[in-house]
C-alpha cells in the first residue's frame, strides 16, 4: 500500500510493455534524465510501453555487437538503445510478452545517462 504523498505508479494496459530497472546505476540514471529532460523522458516513456522494439533510425535502434545482447534473469535478451536528447541514452533489453501466460512483456533499462556512451560511437560501428 502506498502511503501519502506517494507516487502514483502509471498502470499497464493489456499489449503495453511494463519497465522496470534492470540495474541500479539505470536508476541513477533515470532520475538524472528526469532532472534535465523531462519531457523527452516522458515521450520515450511511452515509446518503450508502446512498441519497445520499433526500429527508428533518427531515435531508436538495435544495439551490435558485444552491446546487442543483454543477460537478465540467466536470459539472453535482445539490447536497444533510445535516444532521449542528443546526448542522453537508453539502453534496454526487451522480454517478449508471454501469450499463454498472458503476461506482458517487460523492457529492462539497462542504462541510463544524460552524456552520449562512448561505447557506441559510430567509428566502431555498433548501429
Known amino acids: 500500500m502506498g502511503k501519502r504523498g506517494a507516487l502514483v505508479p ?22 538524472d ?10 515521450d520515450a516513456y511511452d515509446y ?8 527508428d533510425p533518427d531515435r531508436c535502434y538495435r544495439l551490435r555487437g558485444d552491446l546487442g545482447t543483454a543477460t537478465v534473469s540467466g536470459k539472453q535478451l535482445e539490447q536497444w538503445q533510445y535516444k532521449v536528447t542528443d546526448g542522453g541514452r537508453l539502453w534496454y533489453a526487451v522480454q517478449p510478452p508471454d501469450p499463454k501466460a498472458k ?3 517487460v523492457v529492462h533499462i539497462m ?5 552520449h556512451p562512448n561505447e557506441t560511437d559510430s567509428s566502431k560501428n555498433f548501429r
Open 33 to 42: 534524465l528526469r532532472a534535465t529532460a523531462k519531457n523527452a523522458l516522458r
Open 10 to 31: 502509471r498502470p499497464v494496459t493489456s499489449g503495453e510493455y511494463e519497465i522496470v530497472f534492470g540495474a541500479t546505476d539505470a536508476s541513477r540514471g533515470w532520475n
Open 48 to 55: 518503450l510501453t508502446e512498441h519497445p522494439t520499433a526500429y
Open 111 to 115: 542504462r541510463a545517462v544524460t552524456g
Open 103 to 105: 503476461a506482458a512483456g
